[in-house]
């Protein structure tokens, strides 16, 4: 059973690129959902949460594609601390589920 | 800010010993979880408790137990621990049933068995 689904790259970008990583479900009644940072030999951190279509914060904007059933991360002007990795957790049921994340590598 | 920590950041423990694990939360969270995390394998539910006493299994219970006889404090236990258990252990909690509230992970126990 693996309903959350991530691309786990890495993801290697300049810093100043766009970047946007996606995380699909496979649960159509699930509601809520949230994006993590990882760093290395750290633990997962809330960087955003998306409920109905979309939220931004900053350079980060989180969208949400109920049709297609995916969330989006977009990432603008990368910064070298961006570097890290992104778990998504999708919520359809009070039993969380993670994807296996997405690792981003911002270099100069 | 909530805070959740747990007993040990590192802990070497040898084939067959019984390994306790322990995670308190000072938010008054009902829910808690424990994970276990490995590369390329993510986050893997072990178990999780939504009150006090109360347990569910996730997706590899194999091998572990938990108890909650306290609301703030959530213990994992290695019955007899194997080699295979090597990891990275992450306690969550988070308020309320919701599927509307995200959690808060401790800063892990990173596990060695030999």
């Known amino acids: 059973r693996k309903e959350v689904e991530q691309d786990p790259g890495p993801f290697n970008v300049p810093e100043g690129a766009t970047v946007a990583f996606n995380c699909t479900y496979s649960?159509?009644?699930?509601?809520?959902f949230f994006w993590y940072r990882q760093d290395c030999r750290k633990e997962p951190k809330l960087l955003m949460s998306?409920?109905?279509s979309g939220n931004e914060d900053g350079r980060f904007t989180a969208q949400l594609n109920r049709a297609s059933q995916y969330i989006s991360l977009l990432i603008r002007d990368s910064k070298l601390s961006d570097s890290a990795t992104y778990l998504c957790?999708?919520?359809?049921?009070?039993?969380?589920?993670f994807g296996r994340g997405t690792s981003l590598i911002v270099h100069p | 800010d909530v805070k959740v920590t747990q007993s040990s950041r590192y802990l070497v423990k040898r084939t067959g010993e019984k390994v306790f694990l322990e995670c308190v939360q000072d938010?008054?969270?009902?829910?808690m979880f424990w994970y276990r995390q490995d590369p390329g394998l993510g986050l893997r539910l072990i178990y999780f408790?939504?009150?006090?006493?109360?347990?569910e299994k996730g997706d590899i219970p194999e091998g572990y137990s938990v108890s909650r006889e306290k609301k703030e404090r959530f213990s994992l236990i290695l019955e007899s621990a194997s080699t295979n258990q090597t990891s990275m252990y992450l306690c969550?909690?988070?308020?309320?049933?919701?599927?509307?509230?995200?959690?808060?992970f401790g800063p892990g126990t990173r596990l060695t068995v030999t």
């Open positions: 969550a909690s988070r308020p309320g049933t919701g599927l509307y509230y995200e959690q808060y």
């Open positions: 649960n159509s009644a699930s509601q809520s």
């Open positions: 998306v409920y109905s």
């Open positions: 957790e999708g919520g359809g049921s009070y039993i969380p589920t």
């Open positions: 938010m008054d969270h009902e829910n």
């Open positions: 408790s939504y009150d006090v006493k109360m347990k």
